[in-house]
Antibody
């Protein structure tokens, strides 16, 4: 059974830092790209970042570029999101998710087939 | 404002059919696949449809997806009160090189 368990959320002051972790089990972690998706209170889903299976390629939304860094340790089956220079607008629930991606018939497919339960990050003074 | 446009809400009676639209552009839906997610209140999103019209094995065939040009549609038949949720479309945007979501549609089963 695929499981994704996030940890590390909490309350932080503006300008502060947090590191989120996501422990994966039930599948060969290094074979899959992963992503972080967040949801501000009462709002929709926003993709934050993505990483390749080997960890050599990362992608970020413009809103977090330069402040958030995604990484992974395949020996520990764990995904990370280092969050620096946090702002009030970073407040929300953060989900880690397993990504499926690839080219089929000249079109690109990218979707998330399993999600963690999410954890709350609150940026406030 | 989301890159993909969805109606904020739809409603229908139990047993009826409803469709939810998702409009994008040639940068995303027009030249990439679309997926759909269901988010029940207080829970994490769950994959409903991927690659425009494919269902994971755990999703009943009451749920269907289609795509035409730069728009996609999620269909739900035989509505149940348990289908009340927020529904999101998603695609890859080739110009921005990011994943994009629709703003979400709240389904009410009257």
């Amino acid at each position: 059974e695929v499981q994704l368990l996030e940890s590390g959320g909490g309350l932080v002051q503006p300008g502060g830092s947090l590191r989120l972790s996501c422990a994966a089990s039930g599948f060969t972690f290094s074979n899959y790209a992963m992503g972080w998706v967040r949801q501000s209170p009462g709002r929709g889903l926003e993709w934050v970042s993505g990483i390749s299976g080997g960890g050599d390629a990362t992608y970020y939304a413009d809103s977090v570029k330069g402040r958030l860094t995604m990484s992974r340790d395949n020996s520990k089956n764990t995904l990370y999101l280092q969050m620096n220079s946090l702002r009030a607008e970073d407040t929300g629930k953060y989900y880690c998710a397993r990504a499926q991606r690839g080219w089929f018939q000249s079109l690109f497919s990218y979707y998330f087939d399993y999600w963690g339960q999410g954890l709350l990050v609150t940026v406030s003074s | 404002q989301s890159v993909l446009t969805q109606p904020p809400s739809v409603s229908a009676a139990p047993g009826q059919k409803v469709t939810i639209s998702c409009s994008g552009s040639t940068s995303n839906i027009g030249n990439n696949y679309v997926s759909w997610y269901q988010q029940l209140p207080g829970t994490a999103p769950k994959l409903l449809i991927f690659d425009n019209d494919k269902r994971p094995s755990w999703i009943p065939d009451r749920f269907s997806g289609s795509k035409s040009g730069t728009s996609a549609t999620l269909g739900i038949t035989g509505l149940q009160t348990g289908d009340e949720a927020d529904y999101y479309c998603e695609s890859w945007d080739s110009t921005l090189s990011v994943v994009v979501f629709g703003g979400g549609t709240k389904l009410t089963v009257l």
